[in-house]
């Protein structure tokens, strides 16, 4: 495997690094597999966290597991056309709506690393999705196109710019968000123009990393032609 210079910057020993992460396969998604951490592993937050850089990209999170099973369970709404996939992490979405027909296939995030993972993962899987390391707001996002968002709602600090952020890329586009229940209760999507379209009971997939042995995960979309299909 080709290692970018970049993880130079992790750690000297970028092989120790990497003896941590395995290919592995989520049991709501075996069409897919993915590079991430074997297990939650301190070390390598820390490591991260002092070369201040995010933490979170290592790991296969349940809303983008939600997204892709819906995804490839539902393959005529990507089918032929361009997809994003915001917060994509591991690309897991991105890599799913390919595999589902999707034309073009972006995944997007402000991770640096997350460039990383998506060629490797995306290799693996024997699809080409692009890269695109940007803040959520300074993405361009065509017209016309499906958009997928994973798990960007933290308090309601953020709440109301994200969700009208992708409230006016829905008058264009389909959008699609996902939304774990980390909140107590689970959280609920307050927007006009978002309407729920299912829920999965997502096996938490990294051991160490979550208190829960399943996490509810909640999908909401702006485009009401699905949830009449649905």
């Given at each position: 495997m080709d290692i970018p210079a970049k993880f130079t910057s992790i750690t000297p020993n970028v092989e120790d690094l990497l003896d941590n992460f395995a290919w592995r396969k989520h049991p709501?998604?075996?069409e897919l597999e993915f590079f991430c951490l074997k297990q939650k592993d301190d070390v390598v937050k820390k490591q991260l966290q002092d070369?201040?850089?995010s933490w979170q990209w290592p790991y296969l999170w349940e809303c983008g597991v939600a997204l892709g099973r819906w995804i490839l369970d539902n393959p005529s709404i990507v089918k032929d056309k361009v997809v994003y996939d915001i917060g994509t992490?591991?690309?897991?979405?991105?890599?799913?709506?390919k595999r589902a027909g999707a034309k073009i296939s972006i995944g997007i995030d402000c991770c640096v690393y997350s460039d990383f993972t998506i060629a490797v993962n995306s290799n693996r899987n024997n699809e080409i999705v692009t890269a695109y390391i940007k803040d959520?707001?300074?993405?361009?996002?065509a017209e016309q196109s499906v958009i997928f968002a994973s798990d960007l709602i933290y308090g309601q600090q953020t709440s109301d710019d994200i969700l009208n952020y992708l409230a006016d890329l829905g008058q264009t586009s389909t959008v699609i968000l996902a939304q774990s229940g980390r909140q107590n209760p689970p959280y609920e999507i307050k927007h006009e123009?978002?309407?729920?379209?299912?829920s999965y009971e997502v096996p938490c997939f990294t051991p160490g990393l979550e208190t829960i042995e399943t996490m509810p995960v909640s999908l909401w979309t702006t485009n009401s032609l699905i949830l009449q299909g649905s």
């Open positions: 709501l998604l075996p070369a201040h850089h992490g591991q690309g897991t979405a991105a890599i799913a709506a959520l707001f300074k993405a361009k996002i123009a978002f309407h729920h379209l299912m």
